[in-house]
């Protein structure tokens, strides 16, 4: 993904989960085969200027994503491939989530 300048309306959106950390290395596979299934579907999205997911052997998820504007990172709340597929392997594994959230930068580095 090339280099985008980050606008003043930029937005990052938060999701965060939680499981049993006695399965890490299930939930860790997991999210690398949803991420190789993910990736062409988020990169089409309008606005997307980054996007990381990580996992703690402590038992969390996170994914952080930034974008140009809300209205471009509420996309990802229609996206099949993640409120469907994606959030219903990570639920069988015993991931739990709390609500999603949106928060408009206040600064940067």
């Known amino acids: 993904m090339e280099h985008r300048e980050v606008p003043p ?3 990052v959106r938060v999701s965060k989960g939680s499981f049993d950390p006695a ?3 299930e939930v860790e596979r997991m ?3 949803t ?3 993910l990736t062409p579907a988020i990169t ?3 606005g997307l200027v980054g996007y990381y997911a990580a996992t703690s052997r402590e038992g ?5 994503s ?3 504007s809300d209205e471009h ?3 990802m709340g229609q996206l099949k491939e993640m409120i469907v597929d994606t959030r219903g392997a990570a639920e069988a594994l015993g991931v739990t989530f709390i609500p999603i959230v949106n928060h408009p930068l206040s600064w940067r580095i």
């Open 9 to 11: 309306s930029a937005v």
């Open 23 to 25: 399965r890490f290395a």
């Open 31 to 33: 999210r690398r085969e």
């Open 35 to 37: 991420g190789a299934h």
């Open 44 to 46: 089409r999205l309008d």
């Open 60 to 64: 969390s998820i996170v994914d952080v």
């Open 66 to 68: 930034l974008w140009d």
């Open 73 to 75: 990172a509420r996309q």
